[in-house]
């Protein structure tokens, strides 16, 4: 009885300090929840980082310019960073990164359902750029000022590095846009393809979310799935009229009313069928991850013998000097 009464107080401390719009930091008390919902978000976030790598690592070697390949090199390097300082993040929170390793690897951890689609022209590195980070950006602006100041502090870089990699990716589709009838061609179909899975990315509506209201609570989620879905929406309809696309929607449409685009339903069945691990390429991406870890493996074995030599080396000078002491 005694616990629960100061449990209620401390998790009352705790809320009154997120409405205060106070950080969190990782010695603060945090309800067992927060630091496991913290954990949950940010290693998906992570992994959805890693594994997002390989989509458009596919595509580094034919890449058609020099400048275009450093770009994309860059860029997928930017995301391998991302990944780290998130996994840091998380580790914060008292969970290792062998752990988290563990997860991805045995395909127990989620991470996000778009990177479940193949890249099948160039136009894709495009529409990746433009689509999946632009509404990367739109999610994750907002995670800047997230409550827990770790995750917050990673994600102002992470939003610095998004922006260029959204910028590369419209003028990969601009430029494809201006050339020939067949370019332009591969930039419609590229983004009929990645139209829909990237308005999913931000998660199930609002009414089927499990974490939402919480998260909103404690201030992890700035805003709901539906209302960054809709400004994405908003968003990227001038931007497809500017590349003279046509968005695969005959729903879409400007209201008045409400001051925002209507958009159509989006396919809810297909969603949960890629998360649930029967996407297109789900099994192609854990293969790839899991086949990077164990070829990894000697440079893992390398850093520790030179970790352990280091060590070893350090004791020994230190061993006359704390003897002398
Ligand atoms: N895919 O109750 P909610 C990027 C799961 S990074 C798979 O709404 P929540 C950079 C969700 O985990 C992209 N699963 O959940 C890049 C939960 O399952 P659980 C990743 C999804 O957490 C660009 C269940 O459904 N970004 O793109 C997805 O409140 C280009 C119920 O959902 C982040 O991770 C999904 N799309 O809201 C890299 C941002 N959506 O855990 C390379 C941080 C939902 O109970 C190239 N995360 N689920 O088993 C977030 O903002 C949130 O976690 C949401 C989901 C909004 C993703």
Redesign the pocket.
Known sequence: MKNTTTTDLLEKQFQDRIDRGESIEPKDWMPEKYRK?HI???S??????I???L??GNWITRAPTLRRKTALLA??QD?AG?GLYLYSATETLGVSRDELFEQLHSGKA??????NYPTLSWADMGA??WL??G??II??VP?TRTSYGPYARAMVR?CKE?SF?QRQGYEIMLTLCNGTEVQKQMAQNALDRWWWPSL?????P?A?????EQ?MKWK??RK??DE?RQQFVDITKPQADILGLTIPDPDLKWNEERGHYDFGEIDWEE??Q??KGHGPCNKQRLAARNKAWDEGAWVRDAALAYAEKQEAKRAEETAPLQKAG
């Open positions: 919902t949950r978000q940010i998906q976030h992570a992994h959805s980082e594994v997002g790598m989509p458009e860029k997928v995301e991302h989620k991470y996000s359902s778009i990177f990746i750029g999946v980070d509404a990367a999610n994750q995670l992470v998004e990699h999913a990315m931000f998660g199930p609002d089927e979310s499990t974490h939402t998260s992890i989620k709901t799935n960054l969603f949960w890629v998360v």
